[in-house]
Nanobody, 123 residues
Framework: QVQLVESGGGLVQAGGSLRLSCTAS????????MDWYRQAPGKQREFVAG???????NYADSVKGRFTISRDSAKNTTYLQMNSLKPEDTAAYFC?????????????????WGQGTQVTVSS
């Protein structure tokens, strides 16, 4: 019912920047939260940053001051601006969106994950 498409990953040198985007599509009625997670090889998926529908944001301590999350509600899109990248930021980055979609006859809460986009930071 709801699909997420991520883009913006790539290979960058330490100290560089990347901007990730994640767009939700489908019969979306409203979006409550848009979050970014990441998973490095051999590690558990971890929270990176999140933004609520009221605009409040929160970040993992490891990225505070370097990463900025934003959203364009009209486009159902969230962005993650990543500056001062470090090799330890290397991971697959996933967006997660929670909201409500509307079928022809009912509303239903959804939670969807993107397919992931790889970020590799070389030292």
């Amino acid at each position: 019912q709801v699909q997420l498409v991520e883009s913006g990953g790539g290979l960058v040198q330490a100290g560089g920047s990347l901007r990730l985007s994640c767009t939700a599509s489908g019969k979306i009625f409203s979006i409550n939260t848009m979050d970014w997670y990441r998973q490095a090889p051999g590690k558990q998926r971890e929270f990176v940053a999140g933004i609520r529908n009221d605009g409040n944001t929160n970040y993992a301590d490891s990225v505070k001051g370097r990463f900025t999350i934003s959203r364009d509600s009209a486009k159902n899109t969230t962005y993650l601006q990543m500056n001062s990248l470090k090799p330890e930021d290397t991971a697959a980055y996933f967006c997660n969106v929670v909201g409500t979609f509307k079928s022809d006859t009912y509303f239903q809460t959804f939670g969807a994950w993107g397919q992931g986009t790889q970020v590799t930071v070389s030292s």
